[in-house]
């Protein structure tokens, strides 16, 4: 490094790379509030991946019933706790903790769900899960 003229900067920070360690502090309320849309965007959009497949064919009932509870669930979860919190506005710090400790609980649940379910479906595939592919006629060669 001495080479391009950087033989004042320590070793360590040179090649160091910023992690989210807590050193990056937002100060402006903004900033809290822009990362707070964009993770009710990511979990929207998370929950409407997995909604999609509502209309897929599942092995039984209770397993589509499961899947689509779940899915619905993580989709709406971070929004109504959002819509409480602005409900219980003026009440106290416990009660907003305690609703959105049992928001995040259901939450957990439903991720729980979908995430076994994944597995215990793969039991049931279709047969054409089986059949072999051509790869070599599926992607074009120039």
Not at 48 to 54: F, G, N, Q, S, Y
Not at 94 to 101: A, T
Request: proline share 4%; hydrophobic share 55%; aromatic share 12%.
């Amino acid at each position: 490094m001495e080479l391009i003229g950087w033989a004042d900067i320590p070793t360590s920070r040179k090649l160091r790379v910023p992690t989210f360690d807590g050193s990056i502090k937002l100060g402006r309320t903004s900033d809290k509030m822009i990362l707070v849309a964009a993770g009710f965007l990511m979990t929207t959009i998370f929950g409407a991946i997995h909604c999609m497949a509502l209309f897929l064919p599942f092995p039984t009932y209770e397993e589509h019933l499961l899947w689509s509870v779940s899915a619905i669930v993580i989709t709406c979860i971070p929004w109504l706790c959002f819509v409480t919190l602005l409900l219980f506005l003026c009440a106290s710090k416990e009660v907003q903790v305690s609703l959105c400790s049992l928001y995040a609980m259901f939450y957990i649940i439903a991720r729980a769900v979908l995430f076994a379910l994944m597995f215990t479906t793969l039991r049931n595939l279709g047969h054409t899960a089986y059949e072999a592919v051509s790869w070599t006629a599926e992607v074009p060669h120039l």
